[in-house]
């Protein structure tokens, strides 16, 4: 289990900010950070990493403490069992697949894992290519591997699939499951795509201005309660059209656009790219098999 | 959308669904279906302020005021003003101080001879009508 306590200024474009946030995680637990930017996402993955100090911190994982302001304590970095992948990875260009794996081996570490995870990650074929051979999910496949050679017991995904187009986006959150699973890992993705959040969390944590809002499983943090409604999809507006004297709304939700219809008074408060809640009552669709 | 807002005077429950009656201003009561209970959603309490949801295409607007039909919710409204179009008309409805929009074919609009200040009822089915805590 992960006790996680922060306190720290934050330097934002709109002046300084406090991030203040306590929250606790479950081994095996895959959390999911959700909030606009700049309202400390980030910075919390740095944190519980080692990689950024804060005024109070109090950070246990399964018992062992990793940092604490009291009792000014800092476990290293190296010292933290964990596997980061960053929105914009950096594999070494000059090394092959396999040897970007070998090289995040330490001296005792068994080699079979690096086997194993080329297998698992299905990076076999690749895996005597140079990265600049490789498309940009292939090498971000590449980077989930390397994040868990060393077997970490948390790993931190920063926005991992934000490069990269639907169809890859949708590839890559199954390996990301599969490892996740496999290895027994805790995991904290931070995230702003909503279809994503709903298929690889267990909990979503909704963070704004430095505080959390709420937390909970997806569907109840993002939508029950609102409204009654039961038949609900939460996706984008791809397209606007006007049609007579009323509109008619494209929402991509996962893979499927969905077509809604609007009145002017509503388009009002539309735009492109915004996210939304499609809601019909149960009563309204109808249900066909289909083979 | 159309979102009135309500304060609930009645509910019925069996078996996971909930038949939901709501007071708005206008004291004209509201009834809604829904696949709830108080036990599955705490916002389901008679006396708790919520909000009345439906779809301007879901409403139906009727000359006559008396009416041997099932449609549940049944508002006397003064037509406030008519958007036409080639194939489809919004209709705004007044009932007290609040409107309530109505999409209909253009055809109906004018198989109805509807015009402003007409006297009509608006028609919306139970299980048109979603609900939403009022916070």
């Not at chain 2, 705004?92 to 209909?104: H, M, Q, V």
Request: overall charge neutral; glycine content about 4%; aromatic content about 6%.
């Amino acid at each position: 289990m992960i006790q996680f306590y922060a306190y720290k200024m934050l330097q934002t474009s709109k002046g300084t900010q406090p991030l203040n946030v306590s929250f606790n995680i479950e081994k095996g637990q895959f959390v999911s950070l959700y909030g606009n930017s700049g309202a400390g996402k980030t910075t919390i993955l740095r944190i519980l990493a080692g990689l950024t100090n804060a005024e109070k911190l109090l950070i246990e994982v399964d018992g062992e403490v990793w940092d604490s302001s009291d009792k000014k304590h800092h476990l290293s970095i190296q010292k933290r069992s964990i596997g980061f992948v960053f929105q914009d990875f950096a594999l070494f260009p000059n090394l092959t697949v396999k040897e970007n794996l070998e090289f995040a081996l330490q001296k005792n570490d068994n080699k079979k894992i690096v086997e194993e995870l080329l297998e698992l990650m299905e990076l076999e074929s690749l895996q005597q290519s140079k990265p600049q051979n490789l498309s940009g999910g292939q090498k971000q496949r590449v980077a989930l591997a390397r994040a868990i050679v060393r077997q970490p017991k948390i790993l931190l995904l920063d926005e991992p699939l934000s490069a990269v187009d639907d169809e890859m986006r949708f590839k890559l959150q199954d390996y990301i499951l599969k490892v996740h699973k496999h290895y027994k890992l805790t995991t904290i993705l931070v995230s702003h795509h909503l279809p994503e959040l709903y298929k690889l969390s267990d909990k979503v944590i909704v963070i704004d201005k430095g505080k959390i809002l709420k937390e909970g499983k997806p569907n109840i943090v993002f939508s029950e309660q609102k409204i009654s409604s039961k038949f609900k999809l939460t996706g984008e507006i791809i397209e606007i059209i006007k049609s007579d004297i009323i509109y008619v709304v494209n929402v991509l939700a996962g893979n499927n656009i969905v077509k809604v219809v609007a009145t002017e008074d509503e388009i009002n408060n539309l735009k492109v790219g915004q996210k939304v809640l499609v809601a019909s009552k149960a009563f309204n669709p109808m249900i066909q098999v289909i083979e | 959308m159309n979102v009135l807002n309500g304060v609930i005077t009645q509910i019925q429950s069996h078996e996971g669904i909930s038949l939901v009656k709501a007071k708005t201003t206008k004291d004209i009561v509201f009834t809604s279906i829904v696949l709830d209970t108080s036990e599955t959603a705490e916002y389901l309490k008679e006396g708790n302020d919520i909000k009345i949801i439906f779809k301007e295409t879901e409403v139906i607007i009727s000359k006559d005021a008396e009416l041997n039909i099932s449609v549940q919710n049944q508002i006397p409204c003064i037509i406030q003003s008519i958007k036409t179009g080639k194939l489809l008309s919004q209709v705004n409805l007044l009932f007290g101080e609040t409107i309530i929009k109505s999409i209909i074919t253009s055809n109906a609009c004018k198989q109805l001879q509807l015009k402003e200040n007409d006297k009509v009822m608006a028609l919306i089915k139970t299980n048109e009508i979603s609900l939403s805590p009022n916070d």
